[in-house]
Nanobody, 113 residues
Framework: VQLQASGGGLVQAGGSLRLSCATS???????VGWYRQAPGKQRELVAT???????NYADSVKGRFTISRDNAKNTVSLQMNSLKPEDTAVYYC?????????WGKGTQVTVSS
């Protein structure tokens, strides 16, 4: 499966963005998620959602971000509210199954103070 993230941009602190990840194949059998990488830092988990729909979030985004998936449309979304400057990073979507892992090209999110 191939992934393509979109929806990034420049937003002021306190604002919102919605990231979307379009896939080239069916994702119903994949755990999917969003990761981010800030300049000079390692890539880190933001949120994941399992095949069964269970979501997991990094402590830093709990209560502000919501991950969702639409298996019929083969898309994954990340609603980001109350954005902070420390959320600035390149965001990547990921699809993971027992036999393969796929990463999409990132989308830049910049939060100004």
């Amino acid at each position: 499966v191939q992934l393509q993230a979109s929806g990034g941009g420049l937003v002021q602190a306190g604002g919102s963005l919605r990231l979307s990840c379009a896939t080239s194949g069916r994702i119903f059998n994949y755990n999917v998620g969003w990761y981010r990488q800030a300049p000079g830092k390692q890539r880190e988990l933001v949120a994941t959602i399992t095949r069964g729909g269970s979501a997991n979030y990094a402590d830093s985004v709990k209560g502000r971000f919501t991950i969702s998936r639409d298996n019929a449309k083969n898309t994954v979304s990340l609603q980001m509210n109350s954005l902070k400057p420390e959320d600035t990073a390149v965001y990547y979507c990921n699809a993971d199954s027992p036999i393969s892992t796929a990463w999409g090209k990132g989308t830049q999110v910049t939060v100004s103070s």
